[in-house]
């Protein structure tokens, strides 16, 4: 088996009590004020995103939904989710949220390299996902593998980013990345509109 890549090399985010934070898998308890946080960092549009199509009506990857706290308060997330990329099984990422005001404490790099690791962790191949390269490629992303892959919606191009867990996971791949999660009773879509007209 080749080794792992970028994510296990990677030491994950502090967790001690003496910490700024701690990264901790997602609870139902943290729903509200993870979507409070999603709506203050992508506001109302956030639903209309392509992305989103992927995520719409589906849970995501088992072990793979992360929450960082401080000072027993929510401040950001990160979830992963099931896709086939142009037939080949892998992860899509995102959002990556943090609140604003913990921005300087380097949240969004720790919820990334803790995510990458437990996706590793769990046997997966590839991560994709849409968002600016020069952010994401200390995390082992690149445009290199996602040139004939396409999105159900409108992308840019140069955001479509993917890093391998396992060296080839996506060499030769092309076509549409598709949801292939479990599916939920309601779509969280749904439930933000009933949520908003209430």
Same mark, same amino acid.
């Given at each position: 088996?080749?080794?792992? @890549? +970028?994510a296990m090399?990677?030491p =994950?985010? /502090?967790?001690?009590?003496?910490?700024?934070?701690?990264?901790?898998?997602?609870?139902?308890?943290?729903?509200?004020?993870?979507?409070?946080?999603? &709506?203050?960092?992508?506001?109302?549009?956030?639903?209309a995103? +392509?992305?989103q199509?992927l995520?719409?009506?589906? @849970? %995501?990857?088992?072990?793979?939904?992360? *929450?960082?706290?401080?000072?027993? @308060? *929510?401040v950001?997330?990160?979830?992963?989710?099931?896709?086939?990329? #142009? #037939?080949?099984?892998?992860?899509?990422?995102? /959002?990556?949220? *943090?609140?604003?005001?913990s921005?300087?404490l #380097?949240?969004?790099? !720790?919820?990334?390299?803790?995510a990458?690791? !437990?996706?590793?962790?769990?046997?997966?191949?590839?991560?994709?996902?849409?968002?600016?390269?020069?952010?994401?490629?200390?995390?082992?992303?690149s445009?290199?593998?996602?040139?004939?892959? !396409?999105? %159900?919606?409108?992308?840019?191009? &140069?955001r479509?980013?993917?890093?391998e867990?396992r060296?080839? =996971?996506? &060499?030769g *791949?092309?076509?549409?990345?598709?949801?292939? #999660?479990s599916?939920?009773?309601? /779509?969280r879509?749904?439930?933000?509109?009933?949520r908003?007209?209430?």
């Amino acid at each position: 088996m080749t080794a792992v @890549k +970028t994510a296990m090399t990677v030491p =994950a985010a /502090p967790t001690s009590e003496a910490a700024p934070f701690a990264i901790r898998a997602e609870r139902p308890s943290d729903v509200a004020a993870r979507e409070a946080l999603l &709506d203050v960092c992508f506001g109302p549009g956030r639903f209309a995103r +392509t992305c989103q199509r992927l995520r719409d009506g589906r @849970k %995501p990857a088992e072990g793979l939904a992360f *929450v960082a706290v401080r000072r027993g @308060k *929510v401040v950001g997330t990160v979830r992963l989710w099931h896709v086939s990329a #142009g #037939g080949r099984p892998a992860l899509m990422l995102g /959002p990556l949220a *943090v609140d604003p005001a913990s921005r300087e404490l #380097g949240l969004g790099a !720790a919820l990334m390299r803790h995510a990458l690791t !437990a996706a590793a962790a769990r046997g997966h191949d590839a991560v994709v996902l849409l968002g600016d390269a020069p952010y994401y490629a200390r995390f082992g992303f690149s445009a290199g593998k996602t040139a004939a892959l !396409a999105m %159900p919606g409108p992308f840019e191009r &140069d955001r479509l980013l993917a890093c391998e867990l396992r060296d080839g =996971a996506l &060499d030769g *791949v092309t076509g549409m990345i598709a949801a292939t #999660g479990s599916t939920l009773a309601q /779509p969280r879509s749904a439930v933000a509109a009933t949520r908003r007209a209430a």
